[in-house]
């Protein structure tokens, strides 16, 4: 079956530094998205990106986030000055069509020290 | 008020017993309900996804969605140690963003 791959599994980082997560939808999906998970709290929304641009965002996807899909197969989110409320698992997720639902990778555990 | 409520449990059922998962929520724009199972430290696996009103049925999998009542349900037949998970409904009201219920933990014990 199809899958969402995300790397790395997990990352460190100090804080103030720039990371870059990594993720490759499943090939024939159209809609890509980041959630996040910080420990014991719900799943949020980040952002969702169509056509080559961001369709819609949070208000936590401020300006120390971007996305960017480099080469039509990896998608990726960079946190440019990483803080340690930052420090969350990080999930991609795509979907081909609005009549399906949303396929999530497994994520990228990112611990902000 | 919470967009998605979701009670987190934990729930603990005997082997064999059928689980009973549900969440409210209050935004009545939500078209598209989905029930995702999440092991600790993955990611949310798709179980079922239902676009408005009705049942549907997969397998041991049965999701409800009720728009009138603004509820939406999960029963899980047969119910196996290997279903002990935290279950997660999600919603949305277009192919944007889904808001997701806190997750409700489920113990299933032999």
């Known amino acids: 079956e199809p899958e969402v791959t995300q790397t790395p599994s997990h990352q460190v980082t100090q804080m103030g530094q720039e990371v870059i997560l990594r993720c490759v939808p499943i090939?024939?999906?159209?809609?890509f998205y980041w959630y996040r998970q910080i420990l014991g709290q719900k799943v949020e929304f980040l952002v969702s990106?169509?056509?080559?641009?961001?369709?819609?965002k949070s208000e936590i996807f401020d300006d120390q986030f971007s996305v960017e899909r480099p080469d039509g197969s990896n998608f990726t989110l960079k946190i440019r000055s990483t803080k340690l409320e930052d420090s969350a698992m990080y999930f991609c997720?795509?979907?081909?069509?609005?009549?399906?639902?949303?396929?999530f990778g497994s994520g990228t555990r990112l611990t902000v020290v | 008020q919470k967009e998605v409520e979701q009670d987190p449990g934990p729930l603990s059922v005997p082997e064999g017993a059928i689980v009973s998962l549900n969440c409210t929520y209050s935004?009545?724009?939500?078209?598209?309900f989905m029930w995702y199972r999440q092991y600790s430290r993955k990611g949310p696996e798709l179980l079922m996804y239902?676009?408005?009103?009705g049942n549907k049925e997969d397998g041991r999998f049965t999701a409800q969605v009720d728009k009138s009542s603004k509820y939406i349900s999960l029963f899980i037949r047969d119910s196996q140690p290997s279903d002990s998970a935290t279950y997660l409904c999600?919603?949305?009201?277009?192919?944007?963003?889904?808001?997701f219920g806190a997750g409700t933990q489920v113990v299933v014990t032999p």
């Open positions: 239902t676009y408005s009103s």
């Open positions: 997720a795509s979907r081909s069509d609005i009549n399906r639902g949303y396929t």
């Open positions: 935004n009545s724009a939500f078209q598209y």
């Open positions: 090939s024939n999906h159209l809609y």
């Open positions: 999600a919603m949305s009201d277009s192919w944007g963003k889904l808001q």
């Open positions: 990106f169509y056509n080559n641009e961001i369709s819609e």
